[in-house]
Structures are given as C-alpha cells and as structure tokens.
C-alpha cells in the first residue's frame, strides 16, 4: 500500500521537475516541438531503493538527456571552480 505522504512528496517533486523542464526548454526557443510532451512521473518507492524515499522518474528522449546530462555536468564542473 501507498504511503499518502510519499506520493505527495514525489508528486510535487515531478510538478517541479516538469516546470523547470518546460521553462528551459522554452528559454531555448523548444517549447514547440514534439519532445515537449510530460516527462516527469512519480512512483512512492522503487524496488532498488528503501522505502521512505520518494521517487520521481524521468522520460526524456535520447538529444534531451544527453542535453541534461550535459547542462548536470557543467553546473557539477562550475560548482568545483570555487
């Protein structure tokens, strides 16, 4: 059973995570274009994971995660220069 408290975390979390999403996009003029669907869903647990910790997951297509994966290890890289 669900643990009403866990799902509403996860789903604030995925809300977050799919405004944030829109707004970079959007800043990129790709707001438009077909990869903007929903890309964040929740879950209240996952199997490789302890319980207590909500879970948001991600569906992005192949350019868009290589797109984020690039934009994480650039913040990560400017984060180390101070």
Request: proline share 4%.
């Amino acid at each position: 059973m669900r643990d009403p408290e866990l799902v509403s975390c996860a789903q604030r979390a995925a809300a977050e995570l799919e405004r944030a999403w829109a707004h970079w996009r959007a800043a990129r003029g790709r707001g438009g274009d077909a990869g903007a669907e929903s890309v964040a869903s929740y879950v209240a647990h996952s199997i490789d994971h302890p319980w207590g910790r909500p879970r948001v997951v991600l569906g992005l297509d192949a350019e868009d995660a290589r797109e984020l994966a690039s934009l994480l290890q650039k913040q990560e890289v400017g984060e180390h220069a101070w």
